[in-house]
């Protein structure tokens, strides 16, 4: 939300501090379907701050600009999954190569 008002804002539009979120959810407590959905409809405001995107778009243009790779942390979500990831495809060429196959055919 807060990156669209950022960009309508940028683009001269005058923009709202508060924006909506849409949630629909379909209810699963009907007897039958009878080719028909009902949603439960919930609407929520969200009072975006936009002030953190522009130093926050620096920083991401610096770190893709830099030749060196970004250092690993705990607390990062991609870094964890790449780390399981190698893993993974480690034992998993090992069980091939024990086999005698080949990686790539």
């Not at 940028?10 to 924006?19: A, I, N, P, Q």
């Not at 209810?27 to 009072?47: C, G, I, T, Y």
Request: aromatic content about 14%.
């Amino acid at each position: 939300m807060e990156v669209y008002q950022w960009i309508f804002r940028r683009l001269g539009f005058e923009v709202s501090d508060t924006g909506y979120f849409v949630y629909a959810n379909a209810l699963r407590d009907r007897p039958d379907f009878s080719n028909k959905l009902d949603f439960s409809v919930k609407l929520f405001a969200h009072k975006g701050d936009t002030s953190w995107i522009d130093k926050t778009l620096v920083a991401a243009k610096t770190c893709l600009d830099d030749d060196r790779i970004p250092k690993e942390k705990e607390t990062c979500d991609y870094c964890a999954y790449r780390n399981k990831a190698g893993v993974a495809f480690k034992e998993h060429t090992e069980k091939i190569v024990k086999k005698g196959e080949t990686l790539f055919e």
